[in-house]
């Protein structure tokens, strides 16, 4: 299990929440759920149809009891969550007949139950795309007030036979397509507190083909101007930009393309360009560097919703689900 893990389960202990679980008949997600519940510091609420729900857990041989499952259908203040939903949509065109079919959706409903306070995270994207894991929290729980966007990290995580752990974040692998030169400021804040949460003392390189200055091009300009702002705006941290890959991690090449650089060569904190470069980026650590990668982590949600990969196992939905009732 990764680092950090010890305190967010310690922390959970002190204070347990409620985490909805979208996919509830999904056998990776039972099996989560029957760890979960086998501990007392996290209480899955998983959404499906009771029945269906209990029959794939007996048929895959986990134990669910003391589960609460709620069935979007036929749950008993379904009236009151639509009124809620179509009152907090109504200025975007949503109308009753709009919002009770939207709420036979899991990944909405679920994103209701967060926002009524009747569950205190959520977790989903087993079989949802992480757009229609996330759109719902962008419309219901929307931006935190001092947030203008909302953005995620990934947390990568590389186990050594020694202990020591290597741990980086990577930045925005996940949500905004083209991150302005602005928004890659506020993704850096974000992820540097994100970062930090994972024990991570951060060192950033804002990432792009060129190490200062070396080449050209507009998202050269981007990454150089946007590294420039988040080191005024975040002082007490060093950040770097732009820099290539290898002079933000090797020592080696960081002497010969930014000798005088104090991330340069040591970076353990990644703003990517843009989500090819972030997302490919990731995926390159997890299958090629033996990194196990956790996330998208959401950033600038009023409440914590997080987006499982399609392609998840149980121990990372366990994982995740820790991770998102820990951020709450
Ligand atoms: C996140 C994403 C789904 C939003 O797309 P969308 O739903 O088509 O976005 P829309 O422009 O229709 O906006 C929907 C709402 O979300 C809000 N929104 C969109 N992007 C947002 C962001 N980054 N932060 C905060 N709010 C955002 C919009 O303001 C809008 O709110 P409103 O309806 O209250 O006015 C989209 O940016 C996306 O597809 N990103 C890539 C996801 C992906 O495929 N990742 C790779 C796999 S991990």
Redo the contacts with the bound molecule.
Sequence with gaps: MMFGFGAMIQKLKENPKKIVLTEGEDPRILEAASRLLASSFLTPILLGDEKVVADAAEEAGFNIRGAHIINPLTYENKEEVIKEFYEI?KE?GMTMEKAAKLMEQRNYFGTMLVKMGIADCLLGGATY????T??PA??II??KPR??????CFILVRPSATGENEVLAMAD?????QPSED?LVEICGETINCARIFGIDPKVAFLSYSSLGSGKGDSVDKMRNAAAKAKEEFPDVPIDGELQFDAAVSPRVARQKAPDSKVAGYANTFIFPD?NAG?LGYKIAQRMGNFEAYG?ILL??NAQVN?L?RGCNALEVYSMAIITAALT
């Design positions: 949509r975007k795309s992480t757009a229609d996330v759109r962008l419309q929307k931006t947030n203008s966007i909302v953005s995620s692998c996940a949500i905004n397509i928004e989500i997302n998208p600038g949600l987006d990969s």
